[in-house]
């Protein structure tokens, strides 16, 4: 069974940062593609940034220049830096991977249980 932790929300200052990390454990074989979305109150879950096995990235052009996403395969974690914080990222987050558990098997979902990112003035 695979579980993912995600940790790093919490309250910034606007204009501060965060660090966000999805760790992955249980069997798992192969993880191809590893993103991040968020929710804010009454909005549907939208995507923030993807990467892919080979490193492509992509992101939402609300968060372009100021969040980075990165992934460290070895430790099966995903992680997204979250500069410059305004009051519309205000939202909970969530990762998601896709990813086989054995070889030559399907390519399943996973999300997290979501990480609450909140801000100040």
């Known amino acids: 069974q695979v579980q993912l932790v995600e940790s790093g929300g919490g309250l910034v200052q606007y204009g501060g940062s965060l660090r966000l990390s999805c760790a992955a454990s249980?069997?798992?074989?192969?993880?191809?593609?590893m993103g991040w979305y968020r929710q804010a109150p009454g909005n549907q879950r939208e995507l923030v940034a993807s990467?892919?096995?080979?490193?492509?990235?992509n992101y939402a052009d609300s968060v372009k220049g100021r969040f980075t996403i990165s992934r460290d395969n070895a430790k099966n974690t995903e992680y997204m830096v979250m500069n410059s914080l305004k009051p519309e990222d205000k939202a909970v987050y969530y990762c998601?991977?896709?990813?086989?558990?054995?070889?030559?098997?399907?390519?399943?979902?996973?999300w997290g249980k979501g990480t609450q990112v909140t801000g100040s003035s």
């Open positions: 990467i892919t096995s080979g490193g492509s990235t």
């Open positions: 998601n991977l896709q990813l086989r558990v054995i070889r030559g098997g399907p390519v399943d979902d996973y």
């Open positions: 249980g069997r798992i074989f192969s993880i191809y593609y």
